[in-house]
């Protein structure tokens, strides 16, 4: 197994984050962001892109931002040559830790309810918090629902 390296993303790595978002999400379902909606993160103060990588090779990238006590992951990408291998895992806990950081305690993400990354968050200690009904449409043309999904540091 590798050793991964994680490292906050600048405008500069913006082509190595669009290579792992090209290789990590099928387009029939239309989730990949574009170049003009990443580099708007990039200019948030509250906003950070962590870039995985295996070597010199990206293999994994994470966006997410901080509102007050929340954070909300936006996208989590894993090459697929990559997966299997805890890049996610290792991008979640960097997430979490980034976000706690900056005063976060609850912990967010929506994702397509299909889609089979919701193992991977809960074994994270993520769990469905809301539905949407109907909420995705892919260029597939299949409709989809959305899941929320929370995660909270403070005891329940």
């Given at each position: 197994?590798?050793?991964f ?22 387009p ?37 931002r ?60 993520f ?30």
């Open positions: 197994m590798s050793e390296r994680l490292a906050t993303a600048r405008v500069a790595d913006l082509a190595a984050v669009m290579r792992v978002m090209d290789a990590a999400f099928d029939a379902y239309g989730e990949a962001w574009s170049r003009a909606q990443l580099l708007t993160l990039f200019a948030l103060p509250s906003a950070r892109v962590c870039l995985a990588w295996d070597g010199e090779t990206p293999c994994g990238f994470s966006a997410a901080v509102a007050g006590p929340e954070s909300e992951l936006l996208l989590l990408a894993v090459d697929p040559e990559s997966r299997g291998r805890g890049v996610g895992a290792l991008l979640i806990a960097d997430w979490q830790a980034w976000a706690a950081s900056e005063g976060a305690e609850d912990y967010f993400l929506e994702m397509r309810a299909d889609n089979d990354a919701v193992h991977l968050y809960e074994r994270s200690g769990s469905e918090c809301g539905r949407r009904k109907d909420y995705y449409r892919g260029g597939d043309g299949v409709i989809r629902d959305a899941i929320t999904m929370r995660h909270s540091a403070l005891p329940t």
